[in-house]
């Protein structure tokens, strides 16, 4: 537990960016997370997904944007990356986050800037989600999402809701009356207990009745996890309430589970990877190695190889 305070805290210090990447083996160990600097990198890590019947999510890594120029910048880069997805023919839609469209200089910035990533993924029939980040925004990540959804169709925009925060629960029943596609995930940053749940137990209890209330909503919605456990509740509920296998998807990190994720593929579920690229990958990185204490040794073990 101190540990993952410990990696989380430093992965919010940015400074540490450039340090950790002078160290030849610490970029090297981020490959098994992040599938390259550059958009083709990311299209052929996800021909490889696409190949054993998952479907992929494009994540362009960055986050904190405090610059207009860099947040247009990132408008152009989803841009991109949503032509490429039409002109290579692979399967996958893309992830956004709002902080790296620059809802912490101006909201109203970042949602201009999603609105023509969510329009182009409009035209093009894809899909945008829109990850959800620390709890200091989540009101307004939600305020901007609904706006996005009040003008786009169910199947263009999404959210992403943690198990973690006590609200959610509550965001997860007001959001299915508008209605929208929600991913649940546990939640991966370090929040306080007043809003979070600092026990896993409860994040546990709390991800499989959100999960329930989803799959039983009629709408098509996302269970983000490699925990077996949750997985094996989803499969459970679905099977006693009669919901069809595509009737939902599951959704794993690159890197993250691979066996798990074929294997449910080869079962006949959706499976739908999240793939990340991009120069910045400090903080993702850092969060998934906060989620695994058995990553840090295996960094510790390779740093000290040299
Ligand atoms: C598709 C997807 C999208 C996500 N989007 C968001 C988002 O928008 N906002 C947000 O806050 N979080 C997001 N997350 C991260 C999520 O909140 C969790 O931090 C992460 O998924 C770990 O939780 P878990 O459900 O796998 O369960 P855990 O209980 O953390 O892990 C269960 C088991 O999975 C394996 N595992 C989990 N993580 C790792 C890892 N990093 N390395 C190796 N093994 C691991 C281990 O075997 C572990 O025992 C996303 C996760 C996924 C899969």
């Known amino acids: ?53 998952a479907t992929a999510s494009f994540d362009h890594l960055n986050e904190s944007v405090g610059s207009v120029e860099e ?34 200089i101006d909201p109203e910035l970042a949602y201009r800037n999603a609105r023509a990533v969510v329009e182009d993924a409009a035209r093009r029939g894809n899909f945008v989600r829109v990850d959800m980040e620390q709890s200091a925004v989540t009101g307004v990540t939600l305020d901007i999402f609904k706006r996005l959804r009040a003008e786009f169709g169910l199947d263009t925009v999404g959210i992403v809701l943690q ?3 006590r609200r959610t629960y509550a965001d997860v029943e007001d959001v299915l009356k508008i209605p929208a596609r929600v ?4 939640g991966a940053y370090n929040e306080p207990p007043e809003v979070a749940f600092p026990n896993k137990a409860d994040v546990d209890d709390n991800y499989v009745r959100v999960m329930k209330l989803l799959l039983s909503s009629g709408t098509y919605h996302g269970i983000a996890t490699h925990d077996e456990r949750m997985i094996d509740a989803t499969v459970e509920h679905a099977g006693r309430e009669g919901i069809a296998k595509d009737a939902f998807e599951f959704q794993m990190l690159y890197g ?4 798990l ?7 006949g579920y959706r499976v739908r990877v999240y793939v990340p690229y991009g120069r910045h990958w400090y903080p993702y990185f850092m969060r998934r190695l906060a989620e695994r204490p058995a990553n840090v040794w295996f960094i510790m073990k390779n740093l000290l190889k040299g």
């Not at 991913?183 to 546990?186: F, H, Y």
């Not at 993250?256 to 066996?259: E, P």
């Not at 994720?261 to 079962?267: D, H, P, S, Y």
Request: hydrophobic fraction near 40%.
């Open 1 to 53: 537990m101190v540990a993952r305070s410990a990696l989380l805290y430093l992965s919010r210090q940015e400074g540490l960016k450039d340090f950790a990447a002078r160290f030849r083996t610490f970029k090297k160990l981020t490959t098994r997370f992040v599938a390259g600097e550059t958009i083709e990198e990311a299209v052929e890590a996800i021909r490889a997904v696409n190949a054993f019947g």
């Open 256 to 259: 993250v589970r691979r066996d």
């Open 163 to 165: 198990s973690y925060l």
């Open 71 to 104: 947040t247009e910048a990132e408008v152009r880069e989803y841009q991109q990356v949503l032509a490429r997805i039409d002109e290579t023919g692979i399967k996958s839609n893309v992830s956004i986050k709002l902080t790296q469209f620059g809802l912490e």
């Open 183 to 186: 991913r649940i995930c546990k």
């Open 261 to 267: 994720q074929m294997k449910l593929a080869r079962e």
